[in-house]
């Protein structure tokens, strides 16, 4: 039996780095205001380290959706790979030509481009997704927080997040 309802133990798990890293701040304030000496040099790598957990936590907890989408994601060294109801398939990280997010599936999919190879769609709530927050982040020149802003936005249509190599002109923007 538990004490805590379903949906408070959810946004609690959701939010786990950054209580986590609070907590680890919390600590390390309280270490450099105590005694001080070793313990107070000891504590400011503890408030560094638990700002850092927090700016992280913010990010991935913004990347999460709520669980019960169709299918499951793995991520296992740069290979995502997506075991759906009606589709599924493997992409390597670095095989990935572009990222996109498309708002108008139900529930939104994340759009994985290969080249000679068919998309990859992957809905953002599938079990396992929050693992492609680190394969995403790896991409190179993917701006995270352009990417949480348009998974938590309300574009109307399909948008490109990260593009490896563009064949458009210079002159024609992606956006």
Same mark, same amino acid.
């Given at each position: ?6 949906? /408070? ?14 907590? %680890?701040?919390? &600590?390390?304030?309280?270490? +450099? ?10 504590? %400011?790598? *503890?408030? /560094? ?5 927090? +700016? ?6 913004? !990347? ?25 398939? /493997?992409?390597?990280?670095?095989? &990935?030509?572009? %990222?996109?997010?498309?708002?108008? /599936? ?5 759009? *994985? +481009? ?5 998309? &990859?769609?992957? =809905? +953002? $709530? ?6 492609? !927050?680190?394969? !995403?982040?790896?991409?190179?020149? %993917? ?7 348009? &998974? $938590?936005? $309300? ?13 458009? =002109? ?6």
């Amino acid at each position: 039996m538990s004490f805590i309802r379903p949906e /408070a133990k959810a946004a609690l798990w959701r939010w786990r780095e950054v209580i986590a890293g609070v907590a %680890l701040a919390v &600590l390390g304030a309280s270490w +450099v205001t105590g005694p001080g000496g070793l313990l107070g040099w000891v504590g %400011l790598a *503890l408030v /560094a380290a638990g700002t850092a957990l927090v +700016v992280i936590g913010i990010q991935r907890a913004r !990347f999460r959706r709520t669980i019960g989408g169709p299918g499951i994601v793995q991520v296992d060294e740069g290979q995502i790979t997506y075991f759906g109801p009606l589709t599924g398939g /493997a992409a390597a990280v670095a095989d &990935l030509q572009s %990222l996109a997010l498309d708002p108008t /599936a139900k529930p939104a999919h994340w759009v *994985l +481009v290969r080249r000679g190879e068919p998309p &990859l769609t992957i =809905p +953002v $709530n599938a079990e396992g997704s929050d693992a492609l !927050f680190d394969a !995403f982040a790896s991409l190179p020149g %993917l701006r995270v927080q352009r990417m949480l802003a348009e &998974l $938590n936005g $309300n574009t109307p249509h399909p948008v490109v997040i990260w593009e490896r190599s563009s064949d458009r =002109p210079p002159r024609h923007r992606l956006h």
